[in-house]
């Protein structure tokens, strides 16, 4: 677990680094991330001198969506109590909605468009 934080580290700060080097032009804003890799950390890097009201505005509605909610807030819940309830409801949701179903390539091929 902790080679995956030192990995997601590195990634943000190597991200850091090129912002840094390159630049950016304007008011452009750069989300990374590393959502499903084991550390779910985003991180936004911003030109110097463009975060004003109405870009932070902006950036508040980015959001990461989870395929599930998370479990109400219970104040005396453990980490690993949490993270029992995130993933027996992630396997749930996995159960209740297969996959849809690719149809074959000659369907593909000769079907109706």
Do not use: C
């Amino acid at each position: 677990m902790l080679a995956a934080w030192l990995r997601a580290l590195r990634f943000h700060q190597a991200v850091a680094t090129e912002v840094a080097v390159q630049g950016l032009p304007g008011r452009v804003a750069v989300i990374s991330g590393t959502v499903d890799m084991g550390t779910e950390a985003a991180m936004v890097h911003l030109a110097k001198g463009a975060l004003t009201d109405d870009v932070f505005g902006s950036l508040a509605a980015v959001s990461l969506q989870r395929k599930v909610p998370l479990p109400a807030y219970d104040p005396n819940a453990t980490g690993s109590a949490i993270r029992r309830k995130v993933v027996a409801a992630e396997t749930e949701l996995a159960e209740a909605s297969p996959p849809p179903r690719k149809p074959g390539f000659f369907a593909r091929l000769f079907g109706r468009r």
